[in-house]
């Protein structure tokens, strides 16, 4: 079988059975065309070849699993924000009809071509790239996982990727503003929502609650106004791999929120061309996207922290590392975060000492 076509079946099988998000789906694919493509450079008869050089050096996969699209320079191909790709014939062909050679020679590599020694070599390209270790990590990742179900599948009669060994991650702290910080952050917010400019009542409202509630950008935008329950200060979200939950946010974010439902989502709602039952609207009325909140954090909270790109998960890694610098036990942290592992969240425990350590040179006479 085409390495293309089983890419194809087992982004179907991410999407449909193990529900992953779009996003993971995009990144999944992007490396399989890459691992072919790499394939493709490495045989003799197109290693001579321009086109391969200029395909195997175009801009590597962020490790959020973005990519580029493209064709011809060896970037991916276009892939829709559904995480779906442009089909595939059943022969593995581009039924685009690309006259490329390179491109044709990546659509005709088989799973059988596959093996440790090219998955290495793929790994040692990426490494030539200059993509960091976290990239490599993912794709390694990415091949062991395809490959045992593609052996699960019965594809392949061996999983050349178990013997497959990839740089560990580089552990970098997130960023974290301080308590001090968010308090006078979240202050000025009230202070320019105290007007009753509708985009201000909901900037307050969405700063209020992502870092109340901990919350990722996309269940924020996600947010319909009957998820909330005011009364007990609690909402409804539905997080990585549709999993629902419900998260607890304080009385300052109830208040905004509040506020906002009252005075400023009315105002907004009625530029719409129809109804939406969404949360947070935009400018003309519609749900909001993780663009504007983006923008949003990045404008105020840049500034504080002292880096110049910064979004929204700086507010949820706040969030977090401020309850476990509270005193909350990291299993509360872990279900209110939505994590599926605890070790995702021990990553606040590591933020959480290092700040005591800081204190403690500060502080201590003898330190």
Do not use: N
């Amino acid at each position: 079988m085409k390495l293309v076509v089983a890419a194809e079946a087992f982004a179907e099988h991410l999407l449909k059975v193990r529900r992953l998000s779009p996003a993971t789906v995009k990144a999944y694919r992007t490396d399989l065309r890459d691992l072919a493509a790499s394939i493709v450079a490495a045989a003799p008869s197109v290693a001579s070849d321009k086109s391969v050089g200029t395909a195997m050096s175009g801009p590597s996969v962020a490790s959020d699993g973005s990519g580029s699209s493209g064709s011809a320079d060896g970037s991916a191909p276009s892939v829709a924000a559904d995480g779906s790709a442009p089909s595939v014939a059943a022969d593995g062909s581009d039924p685009s009809g690309a006259s490329d050679p390179f491109e044709r020679a990546v659509s005709e590599i088989e799973l059988s071509d596959v093996d440790l020694e090219s998955l290495r070599d793929w790994l040692w390209r990426a490494t030539q790239r200059g993509d960091a270790r976290a990239t490599l990590a993912r794709r390694a990742a990415a091949a062991r996982s395809f490959f045992g179900w593609a052996a699960e599948e019965q594809l392949v009669e061996h999983d050349p990727s178990l013997r497959l060994i990839a740089p560990k991650r580089g552990r970098t702290l997130p960023t974290v503003a301080s308590q001090d910080a968010m308090t006078g952050l979240l202050d000025a917010q009230r202070a320019a929502a105290a007007g009753g400019d509708p985009l201000a009542l909901r900037d307050h409202a969405i700063l209020e609650l992502l870092y109340g509630a901990g919350i990722r950008v996309s269940e924020l935008c996600g947010l319909d106004v009957d998820d909330l329950d005011l009364d007990r200060g609690t909402t409804r979200v539905l997080g990585k791999g549709s999993k629902e939950r419900v998260v607890p946010f304080g009385a300052p974010a109830r208040d905004a929120v509040a506020s906002y439902l009252t005075r400023g989502r009315p105002a907004l709602a009625v530029r719409a061309s129809r109804a939406t039952p969404a949360l947070f609207l935009g400018s003309r009325g519609a749900r909001i996207g993780p663009r504007a909140v983006y923008t949003l954090v990045a404008e105020v909270l840049s500034p504080i922290v002292g880096a110049e790109t910064v979004g929204p998960h700086a507010l949820r890694h706040t969030a977090a590392t401020h309850l476990l610098d509270g005193g909350a036990d990291l299993r509360a942290v872990q279900e209110i975060l939505g994590h599926a592992s605890l070790g995702t969240t021990q990553i606040y425990t590591h933020v959480s000492a290092e700040r005591l350590t800081a204190t403690y040179r500060l502080a201590h006479p003898r330190a």
